[in-house]
């Protein structure tokens, strides 16, 4: 069974950039009958999708990240991983990683348990 | 792209049911059958609960169950439990390879 854990720092200063990692078990990145994606929650707030790619890297953003997100995947590791640049305290949030399913349905699923990111000095 | 538009809230007693609606537009819920909803419990990952409108993965209770008419989406739940208390998200393809969440509605159990 497919399971998603992400990684990297929960503290983040202003102005510099965010970068996440997302490791597969129990499933490969190379399937192409699925993307792999982000989403976001800051604290006490609702979902945000922030963006999906696929293997091979081909990704779409949220227009309102657009300019700041960057996305890759390394099939070597069977990891995925996101970069948001010039961040502020408005992406301080919990971020998920999930799979994207785009054939035979379009859900996200599973979702990792998430990781707490602050924008703080 | 606007956030889908759901109830703050929504309430009812154990064995009643409660539905949430989901409203979109035509760029989004009103175009494409691609609605799903998430189930959030405080602390945890939301959980997919239905896909494509009404469909139910495997291994989520029959009283879940969803829909659509026009521009929105609407999740019933059938006999409630007290399990059931947690926020839903609904969901939608926003088309050009894009999805736009809901607001999210806390569903409460008297």
């Known amino acids: 069974q497919l399971q998603l854990q992400e990684s990297g720092p929960g503290l983040v200063k202003p102005s510099e950039t965010l970068s996440l990692t997302c490791t597969l078990s129990?499933?490969?990145?190379?399937?192409?009958?699925?993307?792999w994606g982000w989403i976001r929650q800051p604290p006490g707030k609702g979902l945000e999708w922030v963006g999906s790619l696929f293997y091979t890297g081909t990704s779409y953003y949220n227009p309102s990240l657009k300019t700041r997100v960057t996305s890759s995947v390394d099939t070597s590791k069977n990891q995925f991983s996101l970069k948001l640049s010039s961040v502020t305290a408005a992406d301080t949030a919990v971020y998920f990683c999930?799979?994207?399913?785009?054939?035979?349905?379009?859900?996200?699923?599973?979702w990792g348990p998430g990781i707490q990111v602050t924008v703080s000095s | 792209q606007s956030a889908l538009t759901q109830p703050r809230s929504v309430s009812g007693s154990p064995g009643q049911s409660v539905t949430i609606s989901c409203t979109g537009t035509s760029s989004d819920v009103g175009t494409y059958n691609f609605v799903s909803w998430y189930q959030q419990h405080p602390g945890k990952a939301p959980k997919l609960m239905i896909y494509?409108?009404?469909e139910r993965p495997s291994g989520v209770p029959h009283r879940f169950s969803g829909s659509k008419s026009g521009h929105t989406a609407s999740l019933t739940i059938s006999g409630l439990q007290a399990e059931d208390e947690a926020e839903y998200y609904c969901c939608s393809y926003a088309g050009s390879y894009t999805w736009v969440f809901g607001g999210g509605t806390k569903v409460t159990v008297l």
């Open positions: 999930v799979r994207l399913v785009f054939r035979g349905g379009n859900y996200f699923d599973p």
């Open positions: 129990g499933g490969s990145i190379t399937s192409g009958d699925y993307f």
């Open positions: 494509d409108v009404s």
